[in-house]
């Protein structure tokens, strides 16, 4: 059973079991011919035939990244960590990139619309969240930057749209005034955009597309990025933001026995070391 974890007030963690999404939660994104494709026919173009087992696995991806915004929403907890989540290539009417339903969109227009809250998305995953960036752009209350490997899949992501709160970092292999280089460097180039960018927006709660496979022995990209630079970035967004809510997922990763695991724990146990912080419920009372 997929379960995720959760920081919790007294500073303890929990482990607590997902759920399936319901359709009326798939529908506030995506197409309902394409939920129905995938629900009840069991059909994407992400697998052969009709596969019950990885269409429910893939309701469940987005049930779990829900729980996890239901217990920051509640101010049972700081930090929710849902690894299946962040399935970022997902788009309204069709999957893509191993991704079948948007969940952190979802949970964005969950927050965004029945909780007032101003989102903000950072995704480092190597490649670009085309899907979660396509899916949230009219969405005023929702910011999103990307910093990914220029020209890999989907081939997207070259430029921004601040009028839209849409960023993108494309890191390239050359470096000059208009591009930013691959590797560390990058990647913190990306990581201070972020925080620019953020700052000015002022979110009320974060979500990390928190992809390890920027790492420089993964087999998807060529971005060369260290295991201490990924996992530093958890450190320093919690400095940053000490009080704020942040869910984190998984998004890619391609070495599963080894830098995959390692970098998602240790990313994720940075971002929920205590700071010192309030609740959110308290906060906005």
């Known amino acids: 059973m997929l379960r995720h974890e959760l920081e919790s007030r007294n500073h303890s963690h929990e482990v607590t079991d997902t759920r399936f999404a319901t359709r009326e939660e798939l529908e506030r994104i995506h197409a309902p011919e394409y939920i129905e494709q995938v629900i009840d026919r069991y059909l994407s173009n992400e697998w052969d035939g009709a596969r019950p087992d990885l269409a429910m696995l893939a309701s469940q991806f987005v049930g779990g990244t ?71 752009a009219e969405n005023s209350k929702i910011l999103t930057l990307s910093v990914h490997e220029y020209g890999i899949f989907p081939g997207t992501g070259d430029t921004s749209s601040p009028e839209k709160n849409v960023f993108n970092v494309p890191l390239t292999d050359k470096k000059s005034t208009f591009e930013v280089g691959k590797g560390d460097d990058g990647l913190g180039k990306g990581f201070s955009e972020f925080l620019h960018v953020a ?24 971005l060369t ?61």
Request: aromatic share 12%; hydrophobic share 40%.
């Open 66 to 136: 829900l729980v996890a915004l239901e217990a920051l929403l509640s101010g049972r907890a700081r930090t929710a960590i849902h690894f299946p989540g962040a399935k970022h290539h997902a788009q309204y009417d069709f999957s893509s990139g191993f991704c079948v339903f948007n969940d952190f969109a979802i949970a964005a227009d969950i927050a965004t619309k029945d909780y007032g809250l101003r989102v903000a998305i950072y995704d480092f995953d190597g490649h670009h969240g085309d899907g979660t960036e396509n899916l949230t």
């Open 225 to 285: 990025y260290s295991e201490e630079e990924m996992i530093l970035q958890g450190a320093l967004l919690r400095r940053f933001y000490p009080e704020i809510p942040i869910l984190i997922g998984g998004a890619g990763g391609y070495q599963p026995d080894t830098f995959t695991p390692s970098i998602w724990a240790g990313y994720s146990a940075n971002v929920a070391a205590s700071l010192g912080w309030q609740s959110f419920t308290e906060k906005r009372k």
């Open 199 to 222: 700052r000015n927006f002022k979110p009320d709660l974060i979500m990390v597309a928190a992809g390890a496979d920027g790492h420089r022995e993964d087999p998807l990209t060529n």
